[in-house]
């Protein structure tokens, strides 16, 4: 089986940060890529950060400039860091893997359990 475990969300004011963390285990053969998506209340899930294996990152126009991804390849981990949040970035943020997995050998997407993020004063 394969996980992707999820950390760092929780409440902050607004301009503050946050930085999320989500870490992928199990009988993993290879990861593509990983990213994070968020849904807010009333809404559909989004794009937010994507980065693959070799370092490439893809970033929402809403958050260019104040979110950062990041990732280990050795830990099978991703991050992101949030500066300067606003109200509108809450929500919860869900990690996502596109991963081959020694189960299916297939490639096969695979997200995690969501954490929430509030960006209140």
């Known amino acids: 089986q394969v996980q992707l475990v999820e950390s760092g969300g929780g409440l902050v004011q607004p301009g503050g940060s946050l930085q999320l963390s989500c870490t992928a285990s199990?009988?993993?053969?290879?990861?593509?890529?990983m990213g994070w998506y968020r849904q807010a209340p009333g809404k559909q899930r989004e794009l937010v950060a994507t980065v693959t294996s070799g370092g490439s990152t893809n970033y929402a126009d809403s958050v260019k400039g104040r979110f950062t991804i990041s990732r280990d390849n050795a830990e099978n981990t991703v991050y992101l860091q949030m500066n300067s949040l606003k109200p509108e970035d809450t929500a919860v943020y869900y990690c996502?893997?596109?991963?081959?997995?020694?189960?299916?050998?297939?490639?096969?997407?695979?997200w995690g359990q969501g954490t929430q993020v509030t960006v209140s004063s």
């Open positions: 996502n893997a596109d991963l081959v997995a020694m189960t299916t050998w297939r490639l096969g997407d695979y």
């Open positions: 199990g009988r993993i053969f290879r990861i593509r890529a």
